[in-house]
T-cell receptor, first 113, second 112 residues
Framework: AQSVTQLDSHVSVSEGTPVLLRCNYS??????LFWYVQHPNKGLQLLLK??????LVKGINGFEAEFKKSETSFHLTKPSAHMSDAAEYFC???????????FGKGTMLLVSP | DGGITQSPKYLFRKEGQNVTLSCEQN?????MYWYRQDPGQGLRLIYY???????QKGDIAEGYSVSREKKESFPLTVTSAQKNPTAFYLC???????????FGQGTRLTVV
């Protein structure tokens, strides 16, 4: 079965502190994994993707994620949060055995000054 | 400028009326999708299409219909049979079904 669990519905950080958004997945095959960001009333923008190459993936705006097969995790991190990072983040899995992408329910990142 | 265009951005509909949401892409992508987004529920797949003149139901297709007469266009009709149509609707496209998707800016539909 293909599924994604985002472990936190909301994460609050202060500007300048590290960000960690957690994602676990379930897949029967070797999946591709993505993180998307959505600002209010906007579409989704791709942050980064893992497609079975390097397990540490670097994305836009200083974000990165590490694919850990043994833990079935794909957590998103950033060393230092910026106010503009406040948004909703979606972890997505793509399994060759399924026709379409599966989205997590999202994590809202709140950044305080 | 390549991308996906959804129109209109905001749409109001009276109960009992059908309404059509537009989605156009100039990325030359084969696959197109419609998602519905409600607070706290993530994105739910309504319909998707892999090629022209072919489409499949997603997880919540009841009360919706689509067509794919051109590669660039994938309009969604919200019919009066949809019991709770107020939501944010997102259109996306991709090269293939399991590759990264590119999203439009969304249409917010409100039933009044």
């Amino acid at each position: 079965a293909q599924s994604v669990t985002q472990l936190d519905s909301h994460v609050s950080v202060s500007e300048g502190t590290p960000v960690l958004l957690r994602c676990n997945y379930s897949s029967s095959y070797s999946p591709s994994l993505f993180w998307y960001v959505q600002h209010p009333n906007k579409g989704l923008q791709l942050l980064l993707k893992y497609t079975s190459a390097a397990t540490l993936v670097k994305g836009i705006n200083g974000f990165e994620a590490e694919f850990k097969k043994s833990e079935t995790s794909f957590h998103l991190t950033k060393p230092s949060a910026h106010m503009s990072d406040a948004a909703e983040y979606f972890c997505v899995v793509s399994d060759p055995g399924y026709s379409t992408l599966t989205f997590g329910k999202g994590t809202m990142l709140l950044v305080s000054p | 400028d390549g991308g996906i265009t959804q129109s209109p951005k905001y749409l109001f509909r009276k109960e009992g009326q059908n309404v059509t949401l537009s989605c156009e892409q100039n990325l030359n992508h084969d696959a197109m999708y419609w998602y519905r987004q409600d607070p706290g529920q993530g994105l739910r797949l309504i319909y998707y299409s892999q090629i022209v003149n072919d489409f499949q139901k997603g997880d919540i297709a009841e009360g919706y219909s689509v067509s794919r007469e051109k590669k660039e266009s994938f309009p969604l009709t919200v019919t009066s049979a949809q019991k709770n149509p107020t939501a944010f609707y997102l259109c996306a496209s991709s090269m293939g079904l399991n590759t990264e998707a590119f999203f439009g800016q969304g249409t917010r539909l409100t039933v009044v």
